[in-house]
């Protein structure tokens, strides 16, 4: 290894390390180090980059880790408010109070007597754990013990894609694209909303870009022309956010009254495989007698979905609705991928299957060049597993199963919940869970506990959020910097990276990187300051609480590390192959239980090269068209009957998801609905919601505009995984976060490129520099995701472009349904007297001065 070192790098070794944030990629990192210090970041190059096996290489924020981990703002020390005391808590001076240094026993004995206190007065429902559906934690687990906790749940990343979508035969999330090697076969490539480029860092941009060599062409269906859409020069459809069932429903109309002799619809796949389009293909327990074909003609209510019925709600030029209806026809190969973004939208409830129906009009599922899913994120355009990576041992766990107090919060309205003391309740549609109708419950939220989240930033609403962290009682947070949600506590601890503490991912699971690959990595610098890890915080927490954490969770940290690794196996047909060989001498080396196993390679060779990358090729087990989902289905439906749906086909028509919306959303047995929640029909029909393109207008009818008319989405943006990251000097200066605005909106408004813009809405309001641009639709701006609020404190005015500034709370359709792209701003230049710096000037947030 020695021979790549600079000068003045004697002795320095490169050690793989992670990279385990919540963002849409796996890469091999790997830091060279010298006695605990990092003297620079590569990533991989263990092998060359070939189609076969193309290397594991990393985004900028894999580059700058070394930033987060051993930043100048990284947490050293347990602190808690300066004006804080469990007697007079000065809650208003949340966020903006003093921080002064503790002991861990202070710190935790504060947490514990607070719990106890929020417990014997107000019961265990008092204590809202703000996790990620289900994502249940290390304290989790603790309170869990205790007696459990106020849960949360909510779709968060995958919109309606989260909501009874198994019901009509679209279930698998991330699941349902065909392997990468299929791509090239397919005509026309189609990218409902994608950006992968920048939200699934890597593989995905180059599995299209060799589709591209190959002869695919491109179609992009968006707001704004992405990236991932550009370098694929791909056709821009353009459509406003949340109308994307509108869109597809002018397609299909286009696609029936154009069709002549199955020139555009596959007649033989939608009657062998389908149930709901037509009065002849009715499913057995459809409860009304209109199908699809009566409601897109208007048979059933008068109002033919034309092209220019559409174009009127979703923009899209009527040429292009029938350019798309040309491109979906069964003499093309089409292979539909979607990101959630049109499902995270109010009133999106039906687009998953609309998405489908499209699909099964042309046929375009289960064969060669065919394929159709909702495969954002890790997964995308190579769904499926490979490599198996267990959640080895770690605590958490995907149910709430373990948490006693039954009750639910839906993450949309926590905020209300906390300031009003009530809520809907329609349980938790997480898979494992229940769900059912929504109940009234009250609340009296006390403690409020922040682990691996960072909810004031990333949930809607941050202004009214504040107000809540604002009225209860007491706030902990654990953190590795100043996450908003630690800013707003009252006790903040610091907790080890696993660059000092050597633990399983927790985003690490099966789905969660390329399913080529998996990943092996060493913690090779020591804990920074006084940081502990979250399962010793948890287990001083347990302690103080009268229970025995090792005995509840008996598995180290570094036995759960060990397993994920050496239980990482390659998936062949005929049973799966361990990557690591692991030896007697292994486990004793690590102090760890397991058995002596035969493996593709050393285990230490593993560690050092940090990484396994399948190769592939045409002829693999994976690449076989009948291992494709949905192939055995398409080949044989009567045989091999999708598990799902009750008519064992795709359900154009499907009672069992009308009726499950029916239920959480209040109109089962005769109900009404209840706040904003929607009645979903069997049919895929477009549905009119708060928030949307429609609501923007005070008078439809005559096109009158409301105060806010312009629709905000976002992009998951590149600088930051969410929220993380975002403190990375290097990052803030390799990227400006600005707001893409429409180039004719901006002129009427006399903006330019670089100017300061002021956007806003009844939520809140912030300051962006405009990036101006034909790439935005008029009418639309995107606002990159997840900054960090800073409320500039005479003003009010948030200097960081935090989208969840401007995002309502409780007004979704669905209860759980985060309806992140569905909001309605209006936007001026700025003529106040703030200077807004650039980011990359504005200063860190280091709480203790030392
Ligand atoms: N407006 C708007 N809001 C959105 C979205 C959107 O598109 N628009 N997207 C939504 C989506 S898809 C998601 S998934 C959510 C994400 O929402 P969050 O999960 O709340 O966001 P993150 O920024 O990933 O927060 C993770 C925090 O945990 C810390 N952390 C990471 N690992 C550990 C650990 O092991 N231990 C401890 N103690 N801390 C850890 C990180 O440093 C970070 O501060 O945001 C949602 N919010
Ligand atoms: N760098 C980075 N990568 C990430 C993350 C991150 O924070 N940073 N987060 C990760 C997580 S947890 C998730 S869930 C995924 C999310 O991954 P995606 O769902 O792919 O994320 P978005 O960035 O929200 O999608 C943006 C694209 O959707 C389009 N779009 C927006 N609204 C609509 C609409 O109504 N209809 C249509 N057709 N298109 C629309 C936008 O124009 C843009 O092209 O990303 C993951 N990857
Ligand atoms: S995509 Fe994710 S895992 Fe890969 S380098 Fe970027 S932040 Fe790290
Ligand atoms: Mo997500």
Not at 59 to 77: S, W, Y
Not at 84 to 103: A, K, N
Not at 649 to 672: H, L
Request: proline share 6%.
């Amino acid at each position: 290894m020695d021979v790549k070192l600079r000068k003045g790098e004697e002795g320095a070794q490169w050690v793989s390390v992670p990279c385990w944030h919540n963002c849409g990629g796996r890469c091999l990192i790997k830091a060279l180090v010298r006695d605990g210090e990092i003297l620079r970041m590569k990533t991989d190059d263990v092998h060359e980059d070939t189609w076969e096996r193309p290397q594991m290489r990393s985004c900028p924020m894999g580059h700058a880790m070394r930033q987060q981990v051993l930043g100048e703002d990284r947490l050293r020390h347990p602190m808690k408010r300066r004006h804080w005391s469990p007697e007079d808590p000065h809650r208003e001076l949340r966020g903006v109070d003093e921080w002064e240094r503790i002991s861990w026993d202070e710190a935790l004995d504060y947490l514990a007597d607070e719990l106890k206190a929020a417990k014997e007065e107000a019961g265990n429902e008092s204590i809202l754990y703000m996790n990620m559906i289900n994502l249940e934690g290390y304290l989790g687990q603790v309170l869990a013990a205790f007696g459990g906790y106020l849960d949360c749940t909510g779709t968060q990343s995958t919109g309606t894609f989260g909501l009874a979508n198994p019901q009509f035969g679209f279930g698998e999330l991330y699941g349902s694209s065909n392997d990468r090697m299929d791509l090239e076969n397919s005509d026309y490539i189609v990218l409902m909303g994608h950006n992968a480029a920048w939200c699934a860092f890597g593989q995905a941009s180059l599995y299209l870009k060799h589709a591209k060599e190959k002869g695919a062409k491109f179609v992009f269906v968006g707001p704004e022309y992405s990236f991932t859409a550009g370098f694929a020069n791909a056709q821009w459809i353009p459509v406003r956010p949340g109308t994307d069932t509108a869109l597809l429903l002018g397609v299909a109309y286009s696609m029936i009254t154009r069709d002549e002799d199955g020139s555009l619809i596959d007649w033989d796949f939608l009657d062998r495989c389908t149930v709901g389009f037509d009065a002849a293909h009715m499913p057995a327990d459809a409860r009304t007698d209109e199908s699809f074909r009566d409601y897109v003609l208007g048979m059933s209510d008068g109002i033919p979905k034309t092209q220019e019925w559409a174009s009127e709600i979703c923009g899209t030029p009527v040429e292009l609705i029938d350019l798309f209806a040309d491109i979906n026809s069964c003499k093309n190969r089409v292979s539909f991928h979607s990101n959630s973004a049109p499902a995270r939208c109010k009133g999106s409830e039906n687009y998953p299957q609309m998405l489908m129906t499209i699909a099964a009009m042309g046929g375009h599922f289960g064969t060669p060049g065919n394929s159709c899913a909702n495969d954002q994120y890790y997964g995308a355009m190579n769904s499926g597993i490979l490599v198996h990576v267990p959640y080895s041992g770690t605590p958490v766990r995907f149910t709430n199963a373990g948490n006693p107090v039954g009750k639910c919060v839906s993450l949309d309205s926590i905020w209300d919940a906390i300031l009003d003391g009530e809520y809907w309740d329609a349980g938790n549609n997480f898979p494992g869970c229940e769900v059912h109708e929504p109940v009234r419950e009250t609340c009296d939220v006390r403690v409020l506990i922040s682990e691996a989240n960072n909810f004031l930033a990333s949930q809607a609403n941050t202004n009214r959020g504040i107000e809540a962290f604002r009225k209860v009682g007491f706030v902990f947070a654990s953190a590795y910097y100043m996450k908003v949600d630690a800013q707003y506590a009252d006790v903040v601890v610091p907790v080890t990276t696993r660059w000092e503490n050597a633990q399983a991912h927790l985003y690490g699971g099966t789905n969660m990187k390329d399913k080529e690959c998996s990943f092996a990595s060493r913690a090779p610098i020591p804990r920074v300051g006084e940081s502990r890890s979250d399962r010793e915080v948890a287990a001083g927490v347990a302690a103080r609480l009268g229970f025995d954490y090792e005995a509840m969770n008996p598995k180290s940290d570094e036995q759960c590390w060990f397993e994920q690794i050496t239980q990482s196996a390659v998936m062949y047909p005929d049973g799966p192959r361990p990557i690591a060989s692991v030896t007697e001498a292994d486990l004793d080396r690590y102090g760890v239980e397991g058995e002596p196993q035969e493996g593709i390679m050393p285990l230490e060779q593993y560690l050092d090269e940090g990484g396994y990358r399948q190769e592939r090729s045409y002829d693999d087990p994976w690449a076989n068209p009948m291992a494709q989902p949905f192939a055995a289905f398409v080949a044989d439906p009567e045989a091999n009957p999708l598990p799902t749906t009750a008519s064992g086909k795709f359900e154009i028509y499907c009672q069992a998801k009308s009726d499950w919306f029916d239920r959480v959303n209040g109109y089962a047995d005769g109900g009404e609905g209840i706040m904003d929640f929607v009645r979903v029909s069997p049919l895929p029909k477009h549905l009119e919601a708060p928030e949307t393109y429609q609501a923007s207008f005070t008078d439809w009818e005559h096109k009158v505009k409301g105060p806010y008319p312009v629709q905000m989405t976002h992009l998951h943006y590149l600088r930051r995984a969410h929220t993380d990251c975002d403190n990375l000097p290097w990052l803030r200066e390799a990227l400006q976060n600005p707001v893409f605005i429409n180039k004719q909106d901006a002129e009427e408004r006399g903006i330019k490129t670089g100017d300061v813009v002021r956007v806003f809405n009844g939520n809140g309001q912030f300051l962006r520099p405009a990036s101006v641009t034909r790439t935005v639709m008029p009418g639309v701006i995107v606002v990159p995701h997840g900054a960090s609020a800073r409320i500039d404190r005479a003003t009010g005015i948030d200097l960081a472009g935090a989208d969840n500034i401007l995002t309502s709370s409780n007004r979704t359709t669905t209860p759980f349904l985060n309806s992140w792209n569905s909001n309605l701003v209006q936007y001026e230049k700025y003529v106040g007297s703030i200077e807004l710096p650039p980011d990359c000037e504005m200063p860190p947030i280091i709480p203790l001065a030392e």
